[in-house]
């Protein structure tokens, strides 16, 4: 998996960063919002550098909490892989991360995420990697 398109947004020491195929809503908050036969990486950062205008260095790993803020992770409610194949497609998946880390550096933005899927009632785990080679220059409206 590579991914094509930075796009973010900054909340104090929160960093919302998209990873994805093609070019996507900044509000996919919304499922409905995405692009048909996209997939993405919606990513909450914490770091202890505020509202800077990159995408802060360092590695960040999973806290599974649900507020976020913990400096040097990322957490699970603002977190999430999305597939969409179209609109009402049962094939649409949208996963919760189970753990993994994101690698920041000056040359790009490294995934690598554990999920849980179930299949016939029954649990796996599967691990998804993103690669994003580029500017870590945050868009803001």
Avoid at 43 to 56: E, G, R, Y
Avoid at 113 to 131: D, H, L, M
Wanted: proline share 4%; net charge negative.
């Amino acid at each position: 998996y590579t991914a094509t398109h930075l796009n973010g947004e900054v909340d104090g020491n929160i960093y919302t960063v998209i990873l994805s195929q093609s070019g996507v809503s900044k509000d996919v908050t919304n499922p409905f919002n995405m692009p048909d036969n996209t997939s993405c990486f919606i990513l909450s950062i914490c770091s202890s550098k505020s509202n800077s205008t990159t995408v802060p260095e360092g590695v960040y790993t999973y806290d599974g909490s649900d507020h976020g803020g913990n400096k040097g992770t990322f957490y699970g409610m603002g977190s999430y892989y999305r597939d969409w194949v179209t609109m009402g497609s049962p094939n649409n998946v949208n996963l919760c991360f189970e753990n993994g880390t994101i690698t920041v550096t000056s040359e790009g933005i490294y995934v690598d995420a554990e999920f849980s899927v179930y299949e016939n009632g029954k649990e796996r785990t599967v691990y998804y990697y993103a690669v994003y080679e580029g500017p870590l220059t945050l868009g803001y409206e």
